[in-house]
C-alpha cells in the first residue's frame, strides 16, 4: 500500500522560510515518477504549486511562487522536498504532496488527475 506523508508545515511571520518533506512509502520504483506540491486554503479549490520530473532534472512552478520555492528529491531516500522563501500570508493553506502517474511533468503538470497517491497533507500558516 503507497503512503504519503508530509511533515515541516508549521507557523511562521512573513518573510520567513519553511521547508516541507514529502517521503514516499509502498510505490516501486519510485524513481518512475514524478512528484508535485499542492496547496488548498478554505474555500478554495487546491491548486498545483510545482512539479518535479522522475530525475529531478526539471521543475515547474505556478507563477505566484516562481522566484521563492525550489522543489527538489531525494530518489535514494524515496523524499521529495518543497523550499518555501519569502512567504507570504497568502501562501497560508494546507500544502499536499502527490506522487504522479507519469515520470514527466508535461504541460498540464498543475491538474490533479495527472496524479495518483496524495498525502494528507501538513499546515502552513504565515503571519503579517
Known amino acids: 500500500q503507497v503512503q504519503v506523508v508530509e511533515s515541516g508545515g508549521g507557523l511562521v511571520q512573513a518573510g520567513g522560510s519553511l521547508t516541507l518533506t514529502c517521503t514516499v512509502s509502498?510505490?516501486?520504483?519510485?524513481?518512475?515518477?514524478?512528484m508535485g506540491w499542492f496547496r488548498q486554503s478554505p474555500g478554495k479549490a487546491r491548486e498545483g504549486i510545482s512539479c518535479?520530473?522522475?530525475?529531478?532534472?526539471?521543475?515547474y512552478y505556478t507563477a505566484t511562487v516562481k522566484g521563492r520555492f525550489t522543489a527538489s528529491r531525494d530518489n535514494a531516500n524515496r523524499s521529495h522536498y518543497l523550499r518555501m522563501n519569502s512567504l507570504k500570508p497568502e501562501d497560508t493553506a494546507m500544502y499536499f504532496c502527490a506522487a504522479s502517474q507519469s515520470a514527466g511533468c508535461g504541460e498540464s503538470w498543475f491538474q490533479l488527475q495527472r496524479y495518483r497517491h496524495w498525502g494528507q497533507g501538513t499546515q502552513v500558516t504565515v503571519s503579517s
Open positions: 509502498g510505490l516501486s520504483f519510485f524513481t518512475n515518477y514524478a
Open positions: 518535479i520530473t522522475y530525475t529531478g532534472g526539471h521543475t
